[in-house]
């Protein structure tokens, strides 16, 4: 979990839906920092199990924010247990830290949701509304009955450039004519289930628009190479660290007392993101874009390994 995490009361729990229940978290102490679109923090739950869930509204003194979280039955337990809190429980809460960070004066943003995916986009459509932006806001949905957020939505008062699409009552959407259709000067934010997605993504890139994205789950491995050992430094220290075929590089350096921020251990939030002074990295993360990688000055140290004998970290 990120450093100085913050106690904070339970003041309001409403049910947006059967299965999606809006948190209102009160931070006991110090006001949250960091608030802002696309922002998520770190929840820990019982059995030391820490979960991240996107934060779609806060209040103005930045004391209060709210979470959505869906229930899913079939999980591995998180939501089940954030469904069982109540007014006035107390839990422990990260500092928001935001991979999905909305960039300001684009000419145009494309915001599309995907089920719970909607958390993070309702708080830019928010913020782009209330800014004058020129955005259009997909919410696509199983039904009318999982729209747990029309109502938010409707509330924005974005008029035509609001659709909410439920496949059951209209038929799968065509991303590719719908994405085809946008504006050419647009840029597209999405979050939802990963086969949408990666629809999106080959739909723009076929379009010729930029899109981000935020995943709440890892992507498969797809690597056809062995997990060889190889050496860790610390530039700040000189320290060499050896990491073992079996072994993670926050594993080892965790044991070692080095300290490091961390929360999903998946590659998926960003927390352990470091910054790699030489050496050559075999990236498996699912946070960081194709020239970040690329560009091989960082990495996420929980699932990423060395393609090269040894690596420098600024650390």
């Known amino acids: 979990m990120n450093t100085l995490p913050l106690s904070c009361r339970i003041s309001h729990v409403e049910k947006l839906s059967d299965q999606i229940s809006a948190i209102e978290l009160h931070s ?8 802002a679109p696309g922002a998520h923090l770190d929840v820990l739950l019982k059995d030391n199990l820490m979960r991240q869930y996107s934060i779609f509204s806060y209040s103005a003194d930045h004391k209060a924010c709210r979470i959505a979280v869906k229930r899913e ?19 422990t809460l990260s500092q928001p ?8 004066g684009l000419p145009h943003y494309t915001l599309i949701a995907g089920g719970i995916g909607v958390t993070p986009i309702y708080s830019m459509a928010q913020q782009l509304k209330q800014s ?30 609001l659709h909410i699409h439920s496949t059951h009552e209209s038929g799968r959407i065509d991303l590719t004519s719908t994405i085809a259709a946008l504006p050419s000067e647009t840029v597209i934010y999405t979050c939802g ?3 949408m997605m990666q629809a999106i993504e080959k739909a723009a890139e076929a379009a010729n628009i930029a899109v981000h994205l935020e995943r709440f789950s890892a992507l498969p491995i ?10 860790v430094e610390i530039s700040s220290t ?24 961390y929360s999903c ?3 998926v939030c960003g927390a352990c993101i470091t910054d790699v002074i030489e050496g050559t990295v075999e990236h498996r993360d699912s946070i960081l874009s194709d020239k970040e990688q690329v560009s091989n000055k960082m990495m996420c140290v929980c699932v990423s390994r060395a393609s090269s004998a040894k690596l420098v970290l600024d650390l």
């Open 28 to 35: 006991e102490s110090a006001p949250f920092v960091g608030l």
């Open 73 to 91: 039955d079939q999980g591995r337990g998180g939501s089940l247990q954030m469904h069982k809190l109540c007014e006035d429980d107390v839990v």
């Open 97 to 104: 830290r935001n991979n999905f960070a909305l960039q300001a």
């Open 132 to 161: 004058g932006s020129n955005v259009t806001v997909f919410y696509l949905v199983q039904s009318s009955a999982d729209a747990a957020f029309a109502s938010l939505l409707n509330a924005l008062d974005l008029g035509d450039n």
């Open 193 to 195: 289930p990963e086969s």
């Open 222 to 231: 797809d690597t056809d190479q062995d997990n060889n050992s190889f050496q």
């Open 238 to 261: 000189g320290a060499v660290y050896t990491i073992e075929q079996g072994d993670s590089i926050i594993d080892v350096l965790l044991e070692e007392g080095i300290e490091l921020d």
């Open 265 to 267: 251990l998946e590659g």
